[in-house]
């Protein structure tokens, strides 16, 4: 089952190489990359395993700050974050928080529409790059 907002894609590649390319596809886009968290690393430390897990932080406060500004809990899911996980069988998945949902969570609003139309667009076409066979 998918969780209410969450789009989730299968990569063919690795979890560190799917998140490598997210990460660079995210700058290509002009996007800064705030943070990087490894979960599995996280839970090593402890003394602990977890398959491979990493959030990815991103975002352009031109983007974000015009959101934040009408609806301050927005700062609660921007900037934006990316999951990649290697599950139980070995598939890597990418997930991400669909803008629109976003914007029904905290009552954006019509006016927000084309920040969040923009934001649709700029997830799909890193998630995309992230996951295409071509060389990252």
């Avoid at 990087?36 to 975002?59: C, K, N, Y």
């Avoid at 974000?64 to 500004?69: F, I, V």
């Avoid at 029904?104 to 019509?110: A, E, N, P």
């Amino acid at each position: 089952m998918t969780p209410d907002g969450l789009t989730i894609l299968p990569s063919a590649h690795g979890a560190r190489e799917t998140m490598d390319r997210l990460a660079t596809a995210v700058a290509a886009a002009g996007m800064s990359v705030f943070a990087r968290i490894d979960h599995a690393a996280g839970a090593e430390a402890a003394g602990l395993t977890l398959a491979p897990m990493e959030v990815l932080v991103f975002g352009s406060p031109v983007a974000g700050t015009p959101l934040m500004e009408a609806s301050t809990t927005t700062g609660i899911d921007l900037p934006l974050k990316a999951l990649v996980w290697e599950d139980d069988a070995g598939q890597v998945w990418l997930a991400y928080n669909q803008p629109a949902w976003i914007a029904k969570r905290h009552d954006l609003g019509v006016g927000a529409a084309p920040i969040l139309k923009a934001m649709a667009d700029a997830l799909a076409k890193v998630a995309d790059s992230a996951l295409s066979s071509a060389a990252g």
